[in-house]
């Protein structure tokens, strides 16, 4: 019986954090990404356009959130929200991306720390010499 308990316990826990996480992805689209992604303006991929992100998706997770998230072609750093923590910027792209035919998980630790060298390699290109 215990390890009934310890084991629906878990998956509890699980489902509770991916929808927690999820909702976080959601509210930051539709406080801040949608501005763009609904209508697709300035050339952002439309939110549920599997056609659109297809090509971002193949590009690979830690890629494509450190370049969003150090800003790419006419998206701002970010996406426009200076005080945008990392965590929350991807659990917003993925829910993006998940919406629109991908399959991306939160980052791992490890992940993370790829994807903070990536956005400090393009900040440091950005910067005139």
């Known amino acids: 019986m215990l390890r009934q308990t310890i084991i629906f316990s878990f998956f509890v826990l699980t489902l509770i954090i991916s929808l927690t996480s999820y909702a976080s992805g959601e509210s930051t689209y539709k406080s801040i990404c949608i501005a763009c992604h609904a209508s697709g303006m300035n050339g952002a991929p439309k939110f549920q356009n599997n056609l659109a992100w297809a090509p971002i998706i193949k590009e690979g997770k830690v890629h494509v959130i450190a370049e969003a998230y150090n800003g790419v072609r006419k998206m701002p750093a970010k ?7 990392l965590e929350d910027f991807s659990e917003a792209l993925i829910y993006m991306v998940n919406s ?3 399959n991306w998980s939160k980052p791992t630790e490890q992940e993370f720390i ?16």
């Open 114 to 129: 790829q994807i903070r060298k990536n956005i400090s390699k393009l900040s440091s290109k950005r910067k005139p010499s």
């Open 79 to 85: 996406g426009g929200k200076p005080d945008l923590t």
């Open 100 to 102: 629109s035919g991908g």
